[in-house]
């Protein structure tokens, strides 16, 4: 038995050009829907996260409360439950998987709330990383509907910067020849073991490793059984074009790139309405607080809120800081109560 | 005719148990020795940098004016110029060359300005990145005869975030099959290239990239052209055996691991007498000035000088940036005049 439902979006066009035949929506609810239909939240998932992994969010207790909220978790296409490499059927199977932007990605979801729920107005779009990005999306592709939103630590679009982070993690898990330009039977688990050490370093900022957090806090052993257990053990058991797929959403991800603002990403930026939290990590290597600067100061309504940790990208990680936790969830009640 | 010149260490016996046999120091050096023996200024070199890479700080109108200093710049073990893995003949060639540490190649070095040139004192030790490492060592192995360092760059211990970096280059790398535990005929150019994909991300901030100077400064014509051309060019022509053992080097690279010490790295600092410029880049990602205010604070006799730069690693960089070379030799001026 899932936990999760299947929405059929139907012949999904994307943005650019493939259809997405019988395309699927996987998500989760949490909570119910009111009758005036003014109480959902959307909490779209991160790079190669599923539903699952965004729970630590939202309980009794939390300001995601489902005793209060209609909470949904929309699954990202490509992250192995919403259309996928792995779970589409020939011919856009495996390698040929089409590109799917977190445009897409926004439509599909927009989609889903609409059409399958018949809700105008969200209360609150919010997302930790890649989660982040479709945030910023929800913010400018519908500025009427969505009242708030609150990405932490991500971007409204791929810096230079962190397009290059990507391109090793890319390089790193394609230079497996057992990777066979994603024509594989077995797993090329080099290349995934390689792409998992790759990330260490940037999820985590030097004064995480410095102060010996990875042992410390979360209770490894040694550092090399961090890189092991913690790095490894995540990515092995992801499918290498699912991860790859959401690799180019990422490095792609731009809420001007597309027809609405043609690449003008401060016009873009302006055109949010909701009021927005925008929280980075003070110490995320590969979305750095000066991004969100930028970004806040060309959104009208927006407020730089920073996590101030030495946790890195994992600030807003699925739950891993609790200090960080406290200050999001925090963060997330002044917001809606706002 | 090669341009520089070679001392037969004999049998150098290393560190970690093996023998060395018949190894050589490859160096060059820049203007005269004096009569007193006392202009001397050694210039160790960088991960896979040869002397050549040096000498964009050597020269007339430099602090380091061959006119009035004797400069000897030794090449590191590994670098394929000193004893390598690519140069060495069987047993000890390619993937069996021996683990080497900085401390076995300052001792080497310290053989070199003794022996061959029977030099009592150093005026300055000076290098960037892993020539820091080994400048620092300088400073811990031989206080009585080292009178300045000026390590940029670099740390005097690798720290648990650098080691993790490395950790992912070294995957990249070695996720190639051509690669073949080392035992390549053909070079494994899939993990060159994945491996300079990965220290692009790191090798410059991402102020640096955000400011386009990729472009902008260095002249390339696309962040792509930058990937391939700046990075893969770099490593592509570089042996893999002999990439590998100078990351060991580095990974493995502290001042107090070694029979003087015995792992207590704050004595190491201590009991380095040398006037010490200690210069980090503001934005170094994998040497941050944290790692350097500490061991500044721990040294008798040291200064904290970073490089306010976005330039990252590359602040201190082979003559990359002009306005931080220009910072660079304005405080080796003050250093040697002290």
Redesign the interface.
């Known amino acids: 038995m899932p936990d999760y439902e299947i929405y059929s979006l139907g012949d999904f066009v994307l943005q650019r050009g493939a259809t997405l035949r019988d395309a699927k929506l996987a998500y989760k609810t949490f909570g119910k829907l009111n009758a005036k239909k003014d109480n959902v939240i959307v909490f779209p998932t991160w790079y190669s996260g599923q539903h699952v992994d965004n729970e630590w969010l939202i309980g009794k207790g939390m300001t995601l409360d489902p005793a209060k909220y209609f909470i949904i978790i929309p699954n990202m296409f490509g992250n192995g439950l919403s259309s996928s490499p792995s779970n589409t059927p020939e011919p856009y199977n495996k390698s040929r998987f089409p590109q799917v932007t977190a445009y897409d990605n926004v439509r599909a979801q927009h989609q889903l709330v609409t059409e399958k729920f018949g809700v105008k107005k969200l209360k609150l779009v919010v997302g930790w990383s890649m989660g982040a990005l479709q945030t910023f999306h929800w913010g400018a592709m519908y500025p009427d509907m969505v009242e708030r939103i609150a990405p932490f630590c991500g971007s409204a679009k791929c810096?230079?910067?962190n397009?290059?982070?990507l391109?090793?993690v890319?390089?790193?898990?394609?230079?497996?020849?057992?990777w066979n330009n994603g024509w594989y039977d077995d797993k090329p688990e080099?290349?995934l073991?390689?792409?998992?050490?790759?990330?260490?370093?940037?999820g985590?900022?030097?004064?995480?490793?410095?102060q010996?957090l990875d042992l410390k806090a979360l209770g490894h052993s040694s550092?090399e059984d961090f890189?092991v257990s913690f790095w490894e053990g995540f990515f092995l058991p992801k499918d290498a074009n699912n991860l790859l797929t959401m690799l180019w959403t990422w490095q792609n991800g731009d809420i001007s790139d597309n027809e609405l603002y043609k690449g003008d990403f401060k016009k873009a930026l302006k055109a949010v309405k909701a009021k927005a939290f925008v929280m980075p990590s003070r110490t995320d290597?590969?979305f750095?607080p000066?991004?969100s600067e930028f970004e806040v100061a060309n959104m009208p309504n927006a407020k730089f809120l920073p996590f101030e940790s030495v946790w890195g990208h994992f600030a807003g990680g699925p739950g891993t800081s609790p200090n960080d936790v406290k200050f999001l969830d925090g963060k997330l009640k002044e917001l809606l109560a706002s």
């Not at 985590?204 to 410095?210: G, L, N, P, T, W």
């Open positions: 810096s230079r910067h397009f290059v982070f391109e090793g890319k390089a790193a898990l394609t230079a497996d020849s057992a080099k290349g073991r390689a792409m998992a050490r790759v990330y260490a370093g940037w985590f900022s030097q004064a995480f490793y410095r010996e550092l890189l290597l590969y750095p000066e991004d």
